[in-house]
């Protein structure tokens, strides 16, 4: 009596039983579980019938990385201490010695905007717009090493001003003599293409489908003075690269 119940309680629809197991990226197998009147109990073996459907979905891109520009260049970190050096520098060497209107904040502002125009001259290998920009030699330097990387490596040297994560001093040195000179290093975190996420978030959409490189880029800045009188300020250390 137990068995004609359940064989009319159950609708015929819910005799097929279906499980889809799904791989990211990978052929995904569909395995349909066809049961009939006489194996509807648990304690019965279901027959499989398995079939396969083919994922249009392309396999993940390769990871593309940015070497180092200068190979073996130390990677800079922030210190607690450079705001401390930067004080005692602005008011014992700085200011009485060297250049009484420097102000760390116009320099940054001033960095920043030269850090966009600069990385964005590597990545379309247009040496000529550095002259005056970057030093001669580091100019070679990067030039040799920009030559053995890919078409999309080198688009992972470009900053936009909206991609940068923080952009902050890493060390500071003045140098009094016959020929004074402020030489500072920065430190940027950029990723690229985070104001497009950050726009995406907050319209509560979160992509987890791109993947992104964390790039960092290190720039020393060095401007010489003669007779108290400031030169511009040039570009004597120029690195990117991924983090790993």
């Keep these: ?101 420097f102000d760390v904040a116009e320099f940054l502002k001033g960095a920043r905007y030269a850090t966009v125009i600069i990385s964005k001259a590597l ?21 040799t090493k920009i030559e053995t990387l890919s078409p999309n490596q080198r688009q992972l040297i470009a900053v936009n001003e909206d991609d940068v994560l923080f952009y902050i001093l890493s060390d500071i040195a003045a140098t009094i003599g016959e020929e004074h000179s402020i030489k500072i290093t920065i430190i940027c975190h950029y990723v690229q293409g985070l104001a497009e996420k950050r726009n995406k978030i907050m319209g509560g959409v979160i992509d987890f489908t791109t993947s992104t490189e964390h790039l960092v880029c290190n720039y020393t800045f060095i401007r010489k003075y003669v007779n108290n009188i400031g030169g511009p300020w040039i570009a004597t250390f120029v690195n990117h690269y991924t983090v790993s």
Excluded: W
């Excluded at 990545?123 to 030039?143: A, F, H, P």
């Design 123 to 143: 990545t379309n290998k247009d040496y000529e717009s550095l002259q005056g920009l970057v030093t001669e030699d580091m100019i070679e330097i990067l030039r």
């Design 1 to 101: 009596m137990l068995v004609p119940a359940i064989r009319k309680s159950v609708p015929y629809n819910l005799r097929r039983i279906t499980a889809c197991v799904t791989y990211r990226n990978k052929t995904r197998t569909k395995i349909p579980r066809y049961c009939n009147e006489s194996t509807l109990l648990p304690t019965s073996l279901p027959n499989f019938a398995p079939r396969r459907i083919y994922s249009t979905e392309s396999d993940s891109q390769p990871r593309i990385s940015l070497p180092m520009l200068v190979d073996g260049a130390p990677a800079h970190i922030p210190s607690l201490l450079t705001p401390l050096k930067l004080l005692y520098l602005s008011v014992f060497r700085i200011t009485p010695h060297i250049d009484k209107e």
